[in-house]
């Protein structure tokens, strides 16, 4: 059974929570209220607006007088926008940094069950709580990723039961909720803003086990998540860098061999996917998306793209 945890702000390490949001009001607010519920006692709120409707944090800033917020002029993506923010929590003496999208419901618990966790393993460089979908809380949306025919495949995503206690994650972690030892931030580095959005977690997770760091996935610590409310499932945003950034990432991290190999399970296994997928939704035309992110990931084309 997992200890009592001391709250006891002037023992326990300082954190930064970060909510990143792009034009999306309502749940962003639903997310900042379920963050200030939070039991855990040394936590700073931080909300990073990628937002280009300006009325949004305009608006969020009248219902949250005190919180603080950082404004971009600019959409930096997922990658930019935290990184933004992780930068002004590191300035601020952040011991652990805790990046949330914004379509994430917190239970009070569940940032001092994290820390608890990177406090017993100090070689983990960061873990993630069990992972639920928002609508269905019993139903595993991730605990964690595993490589699964050349693709870093959400862990046990659909089902009802995991465990408890603290697991290392097959592969890596997801990135709409994760808990970073900000030590570990500055050996390994922030996100690849080159990526600009998706797979900027599994990036870093990889560059993190090659210096021989944990992962954790702490089953006893969940979140519910609503799963692509800013961004669209299948929108063509979507599509595009999920197909363009896992090659531009693979790529990196693997040899030729291993690479082509990745290249074979794209055409067999996740051509064939998103093709069925669209086809269900009458949306077959929106495949072209995919493969513009495939020809610019074996291009080497990073950064936004403009649609």
């Not at 490589?147 to 959400?154: A, I, S, T």
């Not at 996100?191 to 996935?217: H, I, S, Y």
Request: charged share 25%; with cysteine.
């Amino acid at each position: 059974m997992q200890k009592e945890v001391v709250r006891d702000i002037k023992t326990q390490p300082k954190v930064y929570t970060i909510v990143l949001n792009y034009n999306n009001f309502t749940d962003t607010v639903e997310t900042l209220q379920s963050a200030l519920t939070l039991a855990y006692m040394n936590n700073h709120l931080l909300l990073v607006e990628n937002s280009t409707k300006k009325d949004v944090p305009e608006r969020i800033r009248r219902l949250f007088p005190a919180l603080e917020i950082i404004e971009n002029e600019r959409n930096l993506g997922y990658a930019g926008g935290n990184n933004a923010g992780i930068r002004a929590a590191m300035q601020r003496g952040a011991e652990y940094i805790f990046v949330i999208n914004n379509d994430i419901a917190l239970p009070p618990d569940v940032l001092e069950k994290l820390v608890f966790a990177m406090q017993s393993d100090r070689t983990a460089a960061a873990c993630q709580p069990l992972v639920t979908y928002y609508d269905d809380k019993d139903k595993i949306w991730s605990a964690g990723t595993r490589l699964f025919l050349g693709y870093p495949r959400l862990y046990y995503k659909g089902k009802r039961k995991y465990g408890r206690g603290i697991k290392k994650t097959p592969f890596g972690l997801v990135g709409c909720a994760l808990l970073f030892r900000a030590q570990s931030l500055k050996e390994i580095g922030l996100f690849d803003e080159n990526l600009f959005l998706l797979q900027e977690e599994t990036d870093w997770c990889m560059r993190a086990a090659k210096k021989g760091l944990g992962l954790l996935v702490v089953c006893d610590a969940v979140v519910h998540h609503k799963v692509s409310a800013t961004l669209g499932q299948l929108s063509k945003e979507y599509l595009y860098y999920i197909a363009r950034n896992w090659l531009l990432v693979a790529k990196r991290h693997n040899g030729r061999i291993s690479y082509a190999y990745i290249l074979l399970t794209e055409l067999f296994t996740r051509i064939p996917y998103y093709l069925y997928q669209l086809a269900k939704k009458n949306q077959i035309t929106m495949m072209r998306y995919y493969y513009y992110g495939l020809r610019d990931g074996l291009q080497g084309i990073s950064g936004k793209k403009y649609f």
